[in-house]
């Protein structure tokens, strides 16, 4: 498929200047090239025409007065770096990490497309879709299959829905398959999702943490082509055997490269052309260090042989999404998409070229790139029209409805609120040896809190206690989690109010209140998820909040994460939905909501 709209009057012109019959309208001289298909560095030039590359080689093209000739004596050539696996929402939206991501030398993305399509009509988003795709980013996307939350009331994951985003030209993959229990069970809605993405001659990405050699042969029987979830080296070696492509993530959350390479290397086998590298949607705050070029940064110091991290950037990721004649290597025909390096083990750039045009030289931006706001193409904030009420946060609930409440928890073998401890930054399970009664039961322990779970649309709340995820924390409420909903945790029940009532007003966001003021705020008030801010801005504020939460106890990786998989139920072991307490294993809800 094409990466990049060639017109015929295009293709001609690139044909003559290879002929040295049409002048080169950019012509590189004297660099040193990785040749990614050989995996070794030559001496060429490289001859543009327009957005392509015309020819590579010693040859002189043909110049005229309108070339742009560019030194590259001493310099490092690579091709543009490929993110094939990207989340772009995390409080940054696709515009924003796609213009930090350019300058750093990531030139094209896959990426999901599950809050977009959550929020938009499939006409809107099939606009939104080619606009963003304008950017000199090439960026396409994955179609999820599941909402990887419970329940789907407002019937979002609608196999018409779904197999519209499925056909779009933009779209190349569906997944990544979070719901593996349904695939299991033969829901018949993910079948005919998967089946009809390979009948679209489209990829299947899955999502499988901790799989057995039998899962993942089993997925590769449903069609799923790659994997990014190994965490050693063993998995990485068992997505190959089944054939799939495995990516070797780098995250905020799984900062796991150094371990699979380390181990990799023990096994003593050949890097695999089936090898990719992820950032994996990393925060704000890991893209502090880069994109793809921190990801082969990080490769490269953990021992992996320079021209393999390259390659895992560039062409193997553009060979599994069927693109390598377009993309990811420095070929005749290719996309001009051009990386000039001072150091071969240097992947950061001094200049940038993406679709032939000069986008930065030196830290300096060449080229004006429009600007587009997400916000011109998503109005939906999150939004409440109840009154903030007290009754929301009392602990024990009032006479009658604490009567339900013991009910409710008698039925299901519960004296109290389940309580919900944290064994990572994602990772939840059930504790059943705490029992806490009520608000002064709680205070006295340090690390707990109640965790409100409110939905204006089915007006339900989902309540819980929840352990190990900061302590002396007085109220945090959020809208940036993987559902829709508000959700307020905090050991002061005027202080969750207030922290509510912070991110009501600005339509989404994080808060923070700690004695009576407020102590941190990100207003995210499209979707709930995302600002227009730009990336520096979402950093600053992402490196304050985690810093905070480090601060109050939070001990893991990535608050930010922690936050955003609170109501995903593809992870084990517990977790919030607005229909109650759910555990993952069982798929039972183990404590129901109750109305507003």
Same mark, same amino acid.
């Given at each position: 498929?094409?990466?990049?709209?060639?017109?015929?009057?295009?293709?001609?012109?690139?044909?003559?200047?290879?002929?040295?019959?049409?002048?080169?309208?950019?012509?590189?001289?004297?660099?040193?090239?990785? #040749?990614?298909?050989?995996?070794?560095?030559?001496?060429? #030039?490289?001859?543009?025409?327009?957005?392509?590359?015309?020819?590579?080689?010693?040859?002189?093209?043909?110049?005229?007065?309108?070339?742009?000739?560019?030194?590259?004596?001493?310099?490092?050539?690579?091709?543009?770096?490929?993110?094939?696996?990207?989340?772009?929402?995390?409080?940054?939206?696709?515009?924003?990490?796609?213009?930090?991501?350019?300058?750093?030398?990531?030139?094209?993305?896959?990426?999901?497309?599950?809050?977009?399509?959550?929020?938009?009509?499939?006409?809107?988003?099939?606009?939104?879709?080619?606009?963003?795709?304008?950017?000199?980013?090439?960026?396409?996307?994955?179609?999820?299959?599941?909402?990887?939350?419970?329940?789907?009331?407002?019937?979002?994951?609608?196999?018409?829905?779904?197999?519209?985003?499925?056909?779009?030209?933009?779209?190349?993959?569906?997944?990544?398959?979070?719901?593996?229990?349904?695939?299991?069970?033969?829901?018949?809605?993910?079948?005919?999702?998967?089946?009809?993405?390979?009948?679209?001659?489209?990829?299947?990405?899955?999502?499988?943490?901790?799989?057995?050699?039998?899962?993942?042969?089993?997925?590769?029987?449903?069609?799923?082509?790659?994997?990014?979830?190994?965490?050693?080296?063993?998995?990485?070696?068992?997505?190959?055997?089944?054939?799939?492509?495995?990516?070797?993530?780098?995250?905020?959350?799984?900062?796991?490269?150094?371990?699979?390479?380390?181990?990799?290397?023990?096994?003593?086998?050949?890097?695999?052309?089936?090898?990719?590298?992820?950032?994996?949607?990393?925060?704000?705050?890991?893209?502090?260090?880069?994109?793809? #070029?921190?990801?082969?940064?990080?490769?490269?110091?953990?021992?992996?042989?320079?021209?393999?991290?390259?390659?895992?950037?560039?062409?193997?990721?553009?060979?599994?999404?069927?693109?390598?004649?377009?993309?990811?290597?420095?070929?005749?025909?290719?996309?001009?998409?051009?990386?000039?390096?001072?150091?071969?083990?240097?992947?950061?750039?001094?200049?940038?070229?993406?679709?032939?045009?000069?986008?930065?030289?030196?830290?300096?931006?060449?080229?004006?790139?429009?600007?587009?706001?997400?916000?011109?193409?998503?109005?939906?904030?999150?939004?409440?029209?109840?009154?903030?009420?007290?009754?929301?946060?009392?602990?024990?609930?009032?006479?009658?409805?604490?009567?339900?409440?013991?009910?409710?928890?008698?039925?299901?073998?519960?004296?109290?609120?389940?309580?919900?401890?944290?064994?990572?930054?994602?990772?939840?399970?059930?504790?059943?040896?705490?029992?806490?009664?009520?608000?002064?039961?709680?205070?006295?322990?340090? #690390?707990?809190?109640?965790?409100?779970?409110?939905?204006?649309?089915?007006?339900?709340?989902?309540?819980?206690?929840?352990?190990?995820?900061?302590?002396?924390?007085?109220?945090?409420?959020?809208?940036?989690?993987?559902?829709?909903?508000?959700?307020?945790?905090?050991?002061?029940?005027?202080?969750?109010?207030?922290?509510?009532?912070?991110?009501?007003?600005?339509?989404?966001?994080?808060?923070?209140?700690?004695?009576?003021?407020?102590?941190?705020?990100?207003?995210?008030?499209?979707?709930?998820?995302?600002?227009?801010?730009?990336?520096?801005?979402?950093?600053?504020?992402?490196?304050?909040?985690?810093?905070?939460?480090?601060?109050?106890?939070?001990?893991?990786?990535?608050?930010?994460?922690?936050?955003?998989?609170?109501?995903?139920?593809?992870?084990?072991?517990?977790?919030?939905?607005?229909?109650?307490?759910?555990?993952?294993?069982?798929?039972?809800?183990?404590?129901?909501?109750?109305?507003?």
């Amino acid at each position: 498929m094409r990466a990049r709209k060639l017109t015929e009057m295009a293709y001609k012109q690139m044909i003559r200047t290879a002929k040295g019959l049409e002048a080169a309208s950019v012509w590189i001289t004297g660099g040193t090239i990785l #040749d990614v298909y050989t995996k070794s560095w030559r001496q060429a #030039d490289i001859v543009l025409s327009g957005e392509r590359i015309a020819y590579v080689g010693e040859k002189a093209p043909f110049v005229n007065q309108d070339t742009i000739c560019i030194n590259a004596k001493d310099k490092y050539i690579v091709p543009g770096y490929i993110e094939p696996h990207a989340h772009p929402f995390q409080w940054y939206n696709p515009f924003t990490l796609a213009d930090y991501a350019l300058q750093t030398g990531t030139t094209t993305m896959v990426s999901d497309s599950l809050f977009l399509f959550q929020l938009l009509p499939y006409d809107k988003l099939s606009s939104l879709l080619d606009e963003i795709n304008k950017h000199p980013v090439k960026q396409f996307f994955w179609a999820r299959l599941d909402s990887q939350t419970l329940p789907d009331p407002e019937g979002v994951f609608q196999r018409e829905r779904i197999k519209e985003l499925l056909a779009h030209p933009l779209v190349i993959q569906a997944g990544e398959l979070t719901d593996w229990r349904g695939i299991l069970d033969e829901r018949e809605e993910l079948l005919e999702g998967m089946h009809y993405a390979l009948d679209l001659g489209k990829r299947i990405e899955g999502h499988h943490p901790g799989a057995s050699y039998q899962t993942l042969a089993l997925a590769a029987a449903h069609g799923v082509g790659a994997c990014h979830e190994s965490m050693t080296a063993d998995e990485l070696l068992h997505r190959l055997q089944v054939g799939m492509y495995a990516t070797l993530r780098h995250s905020s959350i799984r900062p796991d490269l150094p371990k699979l390479i380390k181990e990799w290397k023990q096994l003593g086998l050949p890097w695999s052309p089936r090898m990719m590298l992820t950032s994996d949607g990393a925060t704000a705050p890991m893209l502090r260090n880069g994109v793809m #070029d921190y990801t082969i940064r990080v490769a490269i110091e953990a021992g992996m042989p320079m021209e393999e991290a390259y390659v895992m950037a560039t062409l193997n990721p553009a060979t599994y999404y069927q693109m390598d004649t377009e993309i990811g290597g420095i070929a005749p025909g290719r996309v001009a998409d051009i990386l000039l390096l001072t150091e071969r083990s240097n992947p950061t750039p001094e200049t940038v070229i993406a679709n032939g045009l000069l986008i930065a030289d030196e830290g300096q931006a060449k080229a004006k790139i429009p600007k587009r706001q997400l916000s011109e193409f998503i109005s939906i904030g999150s939004t409440m029209e109840e009154t903030v009420s007290d009754h929301w946060f009392q602990f024990p609930e009032q006479e009658q409805e604490q009567e339900q409440e013991q009910a409710q928890a008698q039925a299901l073998h519960l004296d109290s609120l389940p309580v919900i401890c944290m064994m990572n930054s994602v990772i939840s399970k059930l504790d059943t040896t705490t029992v806490i009664h009520n608000w002064e039961e709680l205070v006295q322990i340090p #690390d707990a809190m109640l965790a409100v779970l409110i939905d204006p649309k089915t007006k339900q709340l989902t309540k819980a206690i929840l352990r190990g995820f900061a302590v002396e924390l007085e109220a945090l409420a959020t809208t940036f989690h993987a559902s829709t909903e508000f959700l307020v945790l905090g050991r002061n029940p005027q202080a969750m109010k207030a922290a509510l009532q912070e991110i009501v007003a600005s339509k989404g966001g994080v808060a923070i209140i700690e004695k009576e003021e407020v102590l941190f705020h990100m207003p995210l008030p499209i979707g709930g998820k995302m600002t227009d801010e730009p990336m520096e801005i979402v950093m600053e504020k992402s490196e304050l909040f985690t810093t905070l939460m480090r601060e109050r106890g939070y001990r893991f990786d990535d608050p930010i994460y922690s936050l955003l998989f609170f109501t995903a139920t593809h992870l084990p072991f517990v977790r919030f939905t607005k229909a109650g307490i759910y555990e993952v294993k069982t798929g039972t809800m183990i404590y129901p909501a109750s109305p507003i």
